[in-house]
């Protein structure tokens, strides 16, 4: 569920993990450390902050990987999202007495997908099931979305540390997105204010183009009556 070494012939786009002389043990710590040298404004998650919103709402393209060192990686100067979704995986390496992983590692990233995919969220749920109706998502981990939910008072960064980072990035991402499409116009309430501006001008707009279309109809039926009135006099 790593990709361990680096590929001798081209780029895979994975990110690899460096084994050489070292146990594996030793070298998944050293990759897997914790990471917080980043600063967050707000120190919360919201609700809003979901898979299926960064995809709904912040127009972020998720990719699902199987390389758990990819996991949370925003591509720069991308809307993509690597998210690791072998949670079957992550729940076996959490009943093992001599897990390789670094202390804590593996119940961290369960919380990640917790509350990216809130197992008590129907609409998440849904959207879960509609992504692996897609042919090249038909192998998303099934026991995903079933992860549990992230408690109000551990809904903050600093319960984070070896994702830390990558969740700030990814919140800021999603955060400084603008709606791009009218589906995510209609979906993004993150500011309520913009949200009914922009709906109230889209709908004076329809109603002026109606207003317009049926006066036209009544100016051309109007010529139109007073043509065969001409005719038959």
Request: proline share 3%; hydrophobic share 40%; net charge positive.
């Amino acid at each position: 569920m790593t990709e361990i070494g680096q590929s001798q012939i081209g780029l895979s786009g994975r990110t690899p993990i460096r084994w050489g002389a070292s146990l594996l043990k030793t070298a998944l710590a050293e990759h897997f450390t914790p990471q917080r040298t980043l600063d967050v404004d707000n120190p919360k998650f919201k609700k809003l902050f979901t898979g299926r919103n960064l995809s709904r709402v912040g127009g972020l393209q998720i990719i699902w990987t199987t390389n758990l060192a990819d996991h949370l990686r925003l591509i720069d100067d991308s809307q993509t999202v690597f998210i690791f979704h072998c949670t079957s995986f992550l729940h076996f390496q959490a009943c093992l007495k001599n897990s390789p992983f670094p202390g804590g590692f593996i119940k961290e990233t369960l919380q990640t997908l917790a509350l990216l995919f809130p197992s008590t969220d129907k609409a998440t749920k849904s959207w879960l099931q509609a992504q692996r109706k897609h042919v090249e998502y038909d192998n998303i981990d099934p026991t995903l979305g079933r992860c549990g939910v992230v408690r109000a008072h551990d809904r903050r960064f600093e319960r984070f540390s070896f994702w830390h980072d990558r969740l700030v990035i990814l919140k800021q991402a999603f955060d400084e997105s603008q709606p791009k499409t009218l589906s995510q116009w209609w979906f993004d309430r993150r500011n309520r204010v913009q949200w009914y501006t922009f709906w109230v001008a889209v709908l004076v707009f329809v109603m002026t183009m109606v207003f317009g279309i049926i006066q036209s109809l009544e100016g051309a039926l109007q010529v139109y009556l007073s043509y065969t009135s001409l005719q038959q006099g």
